[in-house]
């Protein structure tokens, strides 16, 4: 035991050193004379990285409701800034769903049921695909590890927080957004944003940066929703791909032979 002291002791220094300088990171504190105009750092963010780029992955998915708790896999690929596919990989049977996004319009396949849908985000049958206060587009931006866009006339504040720059975004006068930017790296590490009546929707983080091609996107992103429907929903994205997509129906789901799309309320 006495042989084997020192070398508990160099693993406790290490351990020691590890934990401080965590601690050292999250004390850094920026200094407001770095931050640069909030308009130039909100037009960064939310530039499309790869124009005409098609971002796709295998997200690993975690649902966590009030006492429930789901885990699945989704094909996903997102274009910006207005473009989404997304198909349910069963593990056995066939995929619940299959789903695209190309604008405003959505459309919806149930393999299980035979039915397809089109119709838009306000559309009941289409919502329960996603936490209620996410929008289908919504999840376009932050797959690209982006703010999701703002209607209207915005003004812009920026500060520091403690070791991010701070950004809040207002619409109409009223709070829209408010990001935090790491300012070595120059991304976006989390994101809340308001709902109808100024208060928070929802909050994002996102971790695990990896490269896609030319550009880094987040590996992880969590998203939670507001009380009192409390959503969190982890989504992973270990093996993103930016590719080229040709085909003009990639976006626009086509209903099966023999079925017809009927329109979702």
């Not at 403690?162 to 590490?189: C, H, I, K």
Request: with cysteine; proline share 9%; charged share 25%.
């Amino acid at each position: 035991m006495i042989g084997r002291t020192p070398a508990i002791l160099l693993a406790l220094c290490c351990l020691l050193a590890l934990l401080a300088g965590c601690a050292h990171e999250e004390a850094l504190v920026v200094s407001a004379k770095d931050m640069p105009p909030p308009e130039a750092l909100y037009e960064r963010l939310g530039a499309d990285p790869a124009p005409g780029k098609v971002l796709t992955g295998i997200l690993q998915v975690t649902a966590s409701l009030p006492g429930e708790r789901h885990s699945f896999k989704i094909a996903a690929a997102a274009r910006r800034p207005d473009s989404l596919r997304l198909e349910d990989l069963s593990v056995i049977g066939v995929p619940d769903f299959m789903l695209t996004v190309q604008g405003a319009e959505i459309r919806m396949f149930l393999p299980r049921s035979g039915e397809f849908l089109i119709g838009t985000e306000s559309s009941d049958e289409i919502r329960r695909i996603f936490p209620p206060p996410v929008k289908p587009l919504d999840l376009v931006s932050l797959l690209f590890g982006q703010p999701p866009g703002v209607s209207g006339t915005k003004t812009l504040k920026g500060s520091v927080d403690r070791n991010r720059f701070r950004l809040d975004v207002y619409a109409g006068g009223e709070w829209a957004q408010t990001l935090w930017v790491d300012p070595a790296s120059g991304r976006m590490t989390r994101l809340e944003t308001a709902d109808r009546n100024g208060k928070t929707a929802y909050s994002v983080r996102f971790q695990d940066f990896t490269n896609a091609g030319s550009i880094a996107v987040p590996g992880r992103i969590e998203i939670e929703t507001a009380a009192p429907a409390v959503v969190r929903l982890s989504l992973r994205n270990p093996e993103p791909e930016l590719v080229t997509q040709d085909d003009r129906d990639f976006f626009r789901l086509r209903p099966p032979e023999g079925v017809t799309p009927r329109r979702s309320r």
